[in-house]
C-alpha cells in the first residue's frame, strides 16, 4: 500500500513539473511558434515576395516582442492605410496536431511604436512600444 502511494505521488509530482516547464516556453498558451510566414506590403497595398522566418533566434525575438503587446479585445478598428507587414504565426501545441495559425498586419507609427490587429479573438487590437516595435522591425526588414 505504501510503495503505491509513493509510486502515485512521484508520479504526480512528475507530471507537475514537466507541465511548469513546458509552460515556461509558450507565449500564454499558443505552443511553441515554429515560423513565420511575412510579407511587406507598401502604400498602394502590393505585397512583396513572401518571407520564411524558421531560425530559433529569429522566432524567439518575435514571440519575445509580441509576447508585450497590449491587447484590447473587444476594439473594432478602423486604419487609415494598409498594414506594413502582414505575417503569420505557426504556434505548434502538441506534435501530433497541426500547427494553430494566427494572423497579424502590423503597421509602424511615426511615434517608432506599432499598432497591429489580430485575428485571434483573444488578442484583436494592440499597440506595441518602441522597442519592441524597432525589433520587429528589424526582424522584418522594414525601412
Not at 72 to 100: C, G, H, S, W
Not at 115 to 131: F, H, W
Request: hydrophobic share 40%; aromatic share 6%.
Amino acid at each position: 500500500m505504501m510503495k503505491s502511494l509513493r509510486k502515485a505521488m512521484f508520479l504526480l509530482a512528475l507530471g507537475i513539473l514537466l507541465a511548469g516547464c513546458s509552460a515556461l516556453s509558450e507565449e500564454e498558451g499558443k505552443g511553441n511558434l515554429v515560423r513565420i510566414d511575412m510579407q511587406r506590403v507598401d502604400k498602394n497595398g502590393t505585397k512583396s515576395e513572401e518571407r520564411i522566418l524558421v531560425e530559433d533566434d529569429d522566432l524567439e525575438v518575435a514571440q519575445k516582442a509580441m509576447g508585450n503587446t497590449e491587447w484590447q479585445p473587444n476594439t473594432k478598428p478602423d486604419m487609415a492605410r494598409v498594414e506594413d507587414v502582414l505575417a503569420i504565426f505557426f504556434y505548434k501545441e502538441d506534435k501530433n496536431m497541426p500547427e494553430a495559425l494566427v494572423q497579424y498586419q502590423v503597421w509602424f507609427e511615426v511615434d517608432d511604436s506599432a499598432t497591429i490587429i489580430s485575428n485571434d479573438e483573444d488578442e484583436n487590437y494592440g499597440k506595441l512600444n518602441p522597442e519592441n516595435a524597432q525589433i520587429l522591425k528589424n526582424l522584418f526588414q522594414v525601412d
